[in-house]
Nanobody
Framework: QVQLVESGGGLVQAGGSLRLSCAAS????????MAWYRQAPGKQRELVAA???????NYADSVKGRFTISRDDAKNTVYLQLNSLKPEDTAVYYC???????????????WGQGTQVTVSS
């Protein structure tokens, strides 16, 4: 079984920073792309940032230049540094990973439970 556990959310004033972490654990052979999504109340879940196994990154236009995604493969962990936060960044942030579990033939997408980020104006 594979689990993703996020941490690092919270309440911050506009202009502030937060760092989110997501650690994958369990029976893992390899992890390809890891990503962060977010979902604000009444809105669809959207991709915020993604990083491939080779380290290539892509970002939503709304967060480019403010957020940075990174990963530590030794720890099976992905990070999201959120800087210059705005009230419109308020959402539940979800971690996603494309995992090859051990002893299985197919890759699977896994999701974390979500962590709340609230930015006050």
């Amino acid at each position: 079984q594979v689990q993703l556990v996020e941490s690092g959310g919270g309440l911050v004033q506009a202009g502030g920073s937060l760092r989110l972490s997501c650690a994958a654990s369990g029976s893992i052979s390899s992890i390809n792309t890891m990503a962060w999504y977010r979902q604000a109340p009444g809105k669809q879940r959207e991709l915020v940032a993604a990083i491939t196994g080779g380290g290539s990154t892509n970002y939503a236009d709304s967060v480019k230049g403010r957020f940075t995604i990174s990963r530590d493969d030794a720890k099976n962990t992905v990070y999201l540094q959120l800087n210059s936060l705005k009230p419109e960044d308020t959402a539940v942030y979800y971690c996603n990973a494309d995992v090859q579990p051990r002893y299985q033939f197919t890759r699977r997408d896994y999701w974390g439970q979500g962590t709340q980020v609230t930015v006050s104006s």
